[in-house]
């Protein structure tokens, strides 16, 4: 069976205090591997696409980075304002646009 | 850009009444919609795929007697909850998939629907 898998589930870290959130996969073929951002109440922000390993993307604070098992979403010198739900999903090879999520990983950055 | 709105953004109807939830793609042209539903702590689970114009694929266990998805132009997707029970509570989310160019592969997503039903 597919799997997506994240940790940790919960994380609190001070302001400008850097980590890296998991993302493993147990999947039969992958296409492509997304993460999203989720705010209370809110739908998913698209943040990154990475397809084979080795690919790595950026977006201000946040880097993404692929290996044939797992991605690490890194997030170096935290601000408040990136608290939220991070999601991780997978899409499969065989032509479905279908995405399998994680449970999401909720990260607290306090002042 | 890749915009999508889902309307209403809250509902809460008796049971037994059915509700209607729209999803528009706002600055592009949606080739396929996706529907899923977010419990509390869960993760995003999809219901169904739908194409302009062609009947929607629904997820194993998702009846589609009960939700009903009309794909009618590429720039809407609706989904309705018919005779809704107290159990249909939950966070709806649509996504839309341009299919063309950069952005081929990504799915963007609506902002939700919570719905109640008393």
């Known amino acids: 069976e597919d799997q997506v898998t994240q940790s940790p589930e919960a994380l609190r870290l001070q302001e400008g205090e850097s980590s890296s959130l998991n993302c493993s996969y147990t999947?039969?073929?992958?296409?492509?591997l997304f993460w999203y951002r989720q705010d209370p109440g809110k739908g998913p922000e698209f943040l990154f696409t990475?397809?084979?390993a080795g690919e790595e993307k950026e977006k201000e604070r946040l880097k993404a980075t692929l290996t044939k098992k797992e991605s690490f979403l890194h997030i170096t010198a935290p601000k408040p304002e990136d608290s939220a739900t991070y999601l991780c999903?997978?899409?499969?090879?065989?032509?479905?646009?279908?995405?399998?999520f994680g449970k999401g990983t909720k990260l607290t950055v306090n002042p | 850009g890749a915009v999508v709105s889902q309307h209403p953004s809250r509902v809460i109807c008796k049971s037994g009444t059915s509700v209607k939830i729209e999803c528009r793609s706002l600055d592009f042209q949606a080739t396929t919609m996706f529907w899923y539903r977010q419990f509390p702590k869960k993760s995003l689970m999809l219901m169904a795929t739908s194409n302009e114009g062609s009947k929607a694929t629904y997820e194993q266990g998702v009846e589609k007697d009960k939700f009903l998805i009309n794909h009618a132009s590429l720039t809407l997707s609706t989904l309705t909850v018919t005779s809704a029970h107290p159990e249909d509570s939950s966070f709806y989310i649509c996504?839309?998939?341009?299919?063309?160019?950069?952005?081929?592969?990504?799915?963007?997503f609506g902002p939700g629907t919570r719905l109640t039903v008393l």
């Open positions: 996504s839309a998939r341009d299919g063309r160019g950069m952005r081929y592969n990504e799915q963007f």
């Open positions: 999903a997978v899409q499969l090879q065989g032509g479905s646009e279908k995405l399998v």
């Open positions: 999947v039969s073929g992958l296409r492509g």
């Open positions: 990475l397809y084979s």
